[in-house]
Every structure is written in C-alpha cells, then in structure tokens.
C-alpha cells in the first residue's frame, strides 16, 4: 500500500521568510503525480502545486516551488517571502497512475508571524 | 463560482439517526470522492465513483455508504450514525485522468463539520 508521511506536524515561519514543508512518499510505481494542497481556516481545500514524476524539472508556482527527489521518495515545498495569507494546513497527496484516488499526509500546520 | 457544493456546512446529529450529506459539482466530472478528516489522520478515503451508479471503497466504508444516481451528486449515507463518525467529512470531484492539465486533480467543497450525540 502507498503511504504518504509528512514528519511536521507543526511548523512556523516569520512573516517574509522562507518555510519548508518535508513530504517524503513508498511506492513501487514509476508513473505518478505529486500534490501539495491548502487548507486555510476557512476550510476550502485548495491546490498550490502538481508534480508529474515523469517531469525532472521542479515545479514551481510563484512563491511556491518544490523540490522533487524521485530516488528517495521526497516531495518538499518550500514557500517563499511567506505572507500571513499562507497560514493553514498543508497536505502532501500521491496518485499513482494506475488508480483513480488519492492517498494523503497527516498534514503540517504552517503558522505565519507577523 | 463554486464548483463543488456541500449541502451542510454544519450537522448535529443523536446516535442512531440515518444521515445523507450531500455534493453536487458543477464541473461534468467523471470521479467524485467522500474523504473524513480527523486531526492528525489527514484525509482518509470513504467511497469513491468514477461513473453513474459505480462506486468503490476507499480505506474506511465500514459504517457508510453511498449513492450516484446522476453524474454531478454523490451521496454519502450514514445508515446509523455513531459518535466515533462525528468528524469533517469533504467531497471533491475530478476529470478523469488524463483528460488535460487538470486531470489528477481534485477540487473539494467547503466540508461537512457532523457531530453526533
């Protein structure tokens, strides 16, 4: 079974600094994708970032970007010039090509100081 | 602009009550899910469908069930609710994979907070 652990519970970052999130993943598939998900207070789960496994370039939206490690299974986010907007819960998810579902993280809940 | 609507933000329920919670996405999505999420246990899968009238188990059915009669609503039933299922329970919907660079990806309603006395 594929399983997705995020080792962070918690995590905090001053306001304007830069903030990683650890995400480390087991699979036996060579084919999958990789997201990282946001869930703010308000509760909308909302997606930041999708890395194809096939792809060796990072990706990267904005001030987030990942850093994809497909040999040792890792999948980090880093967020940069963090805002206070950034504060929620952030989930690492797997979908492996040959199933149709998600497996998630426990999740690592990011707090922004002012 | 929303896609993916819950019926219930909130529900408070006694032990033994039937529940339905339901989702309805605007999107002509294929896949529809039903997750619970607890502190500290992520996203947990209930059932899933990738078509009318199919449905899957995910991790955790046991006390559930569900229903898709039409392609934009799935249904997630509580047959009789029990306290260990107060929880959040979120509904998300996707294309079917593949199907251009939003495929694989899920976009999730607002969640469902259930309480049960």
């Known amino acids: 079974a594929q399983t997705v652990t995020q080792s962070q519970p918690e995590m905090s970052v001053q306001e304007a600094e830069t903030v990683t999130l650890s995400c480390t993943y087991d699979?036996?598939?060579?084919?999958?994708?990789l997201f990282w998900y946001k869930q703010p207070p308000s509760r909308q789960m909302i997606l930041v970032i999708r890395?194809?496994?096939?792809?060796?370039q990072n990706a990267t939206e904005n001030r987030f970007s990942v850093n994809f490690q497909k040999a040792a299974k890792s999948f980090s986010l880093k967020i940069s010039d963090s805002q206070l907007g950034d504060a929620a819960m952030y989930f690492c998810?797997?979908?492996?090509?040959?199933?149709?579902?998600?497996?998630f993280g426990s999740g690592t809940q990011l707090t922004v100081l002012p | 602009d929303v896609k993916v609507t819950q019926s219930s933000r909130y529900l408070v329920k006694r032990t033994g009550e039937k529940v339905f919670l339901e989702c309805v996405q605007d999107?002509?999505?294929?896949?529809m899910f039903w997750y619970r999420q607890d502190p500290g246990l992520g996203l947990r899968l209930i059932y899933f469908?990738?078509?009318?009238?199919?449905?899957e188990k995910g991790d955790i059915p046991e006390g559930y069930s569900v229903s898709r009669e039409k392609k934009e609503r799935f249904s997630l039933i509580l047959e009789s609710a029990s306290t260990n299922q107060t929880s959040m329970y979120l509904c998300?919907?996707?294309?079917?994979?593949?199907?251009?660079?939003?495929?694989?990806?899920?976009?999730f309603g607002a969640g469902s907070r259930l309480t049960v006395l």
């Open positions: 998810a797997y979908w492996p090509g040959s199933a149709r579902q998600l497996t």
């Open positions: 999107m002509d999505h294929e896949n």
């Open positions: 998300a919907s996707s294309a079917f994979p593949g199907q251009g660079a939003g495929a694989n990806v899920l976009t």
């Open positions: 890395q194809e496994a096939y792809k060796q």
């Open positions: 469908s990738y078509d009318v009238k199919m449905k």
């Open positions: 699979t036996s598939e060579s084919d999958y994708y």
